[in-house]
């Protein structure tokens, strides 16, 4: 593991802006996996700032909401539609996440796990769950997991409550990518700010590799950079 600890959040964010735009200097039509969350906002706004031209490249992003429709305002889609796709002009087609109203999920999780398994990633992005979670990888994860449905903690469902109207209007289910499909990218990086995030970067970081913290996986990764601030760093 790579750890790089930046002075605040808006340096973390411009750090992993550089680090995509590097790739895909080099590797125009790079296969980028990519991450939502409250963390993503500043990489993507840095990016649509950016000169990088994303118009080759393609997309799979690490989860999506079962039940709810690619056009729903809370889905996954839309919020990578608002901050990323939409504002650099890149297409469906180029572009993807689960189908989250898709009449079989379980079908669909196969359906996607083949379809980045065709070309692999060549970059991951990820950020971390205040309980450790990676993609929606809930603790107790198997590590060799691959993509599937998830039942989502009650934490999670609170500390994503935000979002919505209320506690109960978040989904119950994911489709997340598991956590052998995350460690199959040739490289990795996981961006945490903050002071609530110290816990379990440290648990990851420092603690043993165990499905309670699933982002401790990421100690087996030959390529993975951790990119923080202080504050996250605060309990290493
Ligand atoms: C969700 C996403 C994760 C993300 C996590 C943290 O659960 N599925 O991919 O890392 O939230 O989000 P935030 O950056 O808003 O703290």
Same mark, same amino acid.
């Given at each position: 593991?790579? *750890?790089? %600890?930046?002075?605040? =959040?808006?340096?973390? =964010?411009?750090?992993?802006?550089?680090? %995509?735009?590097?790739?895909?200097?080099?590797?125009?039509?790079?296969?980028?996996?990519?991450?939502?969350?409250?963390?993503?906002?500043?990489?993507?706004?840095?990016?649509?700032?950016?000169?990088?031209?994303?118009?080759?490249?393609?997309?799979?992003?690490l989860d999506?909401?079962?039940?709810?429709?690619?056009? &729903?305002?809370?889905?996954?889609?839309?919020?990578?539609?608002?901050?990323?796709?939409?504002?650099?002009?890149?297409?469906?087609?180029?572009? &993807?996440?689960?189908?989250?109203?898709?009449?079989?999920?379980?079908?669909?999780?196969?359906?996607?796990?083949?379809? %980045?398994?065709?070309?692999?990633?060549?970059?991951?992005? *990820?950020?971390?769950?205040?309980?450790? &979670?990676i993609g929606f990888?809930?603790?107790?994860?198997? *590590?060799?997991?691959?993509?599937?449905?998830?039942?989502?903690?009650?934490?999670?469902?609170?500390?994503?409550?935000?979002?919505?109207?209320?506690?109960?209007?978040?989904?119950?289910?994911?489709?997340t990518m598991?956590?052998?499909?995350?460690?199959? =990218?040739? &490289?990795?990086?996981?961006?945490?700010?903050?002071?609530?995030?110290?816990?379990?970067?440290?648990?990851?970081?420092?603690?043993?590799?165990?499905?309670?913290?699933?982002?401790?996986?990421?100690? *087996?990764?030959?390529?993975?950079? %951790?990119?923080?601030?202080?504050?996250? =760093?605060?309990?290493?």
């Amino acid at each position: 593991m790579k *750890l790089l %600890i930046l002075p605040d =959040a808006a340096a973390a =964010a411009a750090r992993v802006v550089d680090e %995509i735009r590097d790739l895909v200097d080099q590797k125009p039509e790079a296969r980028l996996g990519l991450a939502t969350g409250g963390t993503m906002e500043p990489v993507y706004e840095g990016l649509v700032k950016s000169d990088a031209d994303l118009r080759r490249v393609t997309t799979f992003n690490l989860d999506e909401y079962v039940g709810l429709s690619p056009q &729903h305002p809370q889905s996954y889609r839309s919020f990578m539609e608002a901050r990323l796709f939409g504002p650099k002009g890149m297409s469906r087609k180029q572009t &993807h996440l689960p189908n989250g109203d898709a009449p079989d999920p379980e079908a669909e999780a196969d359906r996607y796990e083949a379809q %980045i398994a065709e070309g692999g990633l060549d970059l991951q992005l *990820l950020g971390i769950g205040a309980n450790g &979670h990676i993609g929606f990888n809930e603790p107790t994860s198997s *590590l060799g997991s691959r993509t599937r449905v998830k039942t989502l903690t009650r934490r999670t469902r609170a500390d994503n409550a935000r979002f919505f109207d209320d506690e109960d209007a978040v989904p119950r289910f994911a489709i997340t990518m598991g956590i052998a499909t995350i460690l199959d =990218a040739r &490289h990795v990086i996981l961006l945490a700010t903050g002071t609530a995030k110290a816990e379990a970067v440290a648990a990851m970081v420092e603690g043993p590799l165990s499905a309670v913290c699933p982002a401790s996986a990421l100690q *087996l990764h030959r390529r993975a950079t %951790i990119v923080v601030d202080t504050a996250a =760093a605060s309990s290493l």
